[in-house]
């Protein structure tokens, strides 16, 4: 069985500076891993994946995560956030055996951007 | 990738009463699936939608409280039945295209229960 655990259920930051989400995992087996966004009152929307290959994975809007197996971790980072970033955003893993890839998903970190 | 339609957006029920949710994606998919999202919680997956058989339930949810069709390889309803304001969540319909590893989801039903 998989699990997420994102450490931080809220995270408010200044406009401009920088943020990390953080995100770990657990699984026995070899795993896919995603942030998804989602913004009030909408649904999920795919930030980026990682599948294998590099670590450092870029996504939509400027964000990027690093997918670190030793320590089980896939955190979020933005180097200078926007107001309009201001969303809930989901950590979520899948196994890559069994071939049904359904995601389990951590808790949620709302990320709330001050001016 | 798959653009996913869900209806209706948001509801406002009494208890006791049903309410049937339809998604309906726009390409054929291998695997839809249904979640619940609680107040200030994370996505729990409720059951995967099966194609002419019957749906597959997670622990803790059955097929009577919530019922779940999926005729055809597009179209999926999923029924939250004999309702309780313990119900009260947003409902997300969800699918995995073939081939495909992530999942894609619909806008979500914000159902409220009074």
């Known amino acids: 069985a998989q699990s997420v655990t994102q450490l931080d259920s809220q995270v408010p930051v200044f406009e401009e500076a920088p943020v990390e989400l953080r995100c770990n995992y657990s699984s026995s087996v070899s795993v896919y891993l995603f942030w998804y966004v989602q913004y009030p009152n909408q649904g999920l929307q795919l930030l980026l994946k990682?599948?294998?290959?590099?670590?450092l994975v870029k996504g939509i809007n400027g964000f990027e995560a690093e997918f670190n197996k030793s320590q089980t971790s896939f955190h979020l980072r933005k180097p200078s956030v926007h107001i309009s970033d201001t969303a809930e955003y989901f950590c979520a893993v899948s196994e890559r055996s069994g071939g049904s890839y359904i995601p389990t998903f951590g808790r949620g970190t709302s990320l709330i951007v001050h001016p | 990738s798959a653009v996913i339609s869900q209806k209706p957006s948001r509801d406002i029920c009494q208890r006791g009463t049903s309410l049937t949710i339809q998604c309906q994606v726009d390409?054929?998919?291998?695997?839809m699936f249904w979640y619940r999202q609680q107040p200030g919680q994370s996505l729990t997956l409720i059951a995967t939608a099966n194609q002419g058989s019957e749906a597959t339930y997670e622990s803790g949810f059955v097929i009577d409280k919530f019922p779940i069709s999926r005729p055809n390889l597009t179209f999926s309803t999923l029924t939250v039945s004999n309702m309780s304001p313990e119900d009260s969540s947003i409902y997300l319909c969800s699918a995995l295209t073939e081939g495909g590893t992530e999942a894609f989801f619909g806008q979500g039903t914000r159902l409220t229960v009074v």
């Open positions: 990682y599948l294998s290959g590099s670590t």
């Open positions: 390409s054929q998919v291998t695997m």
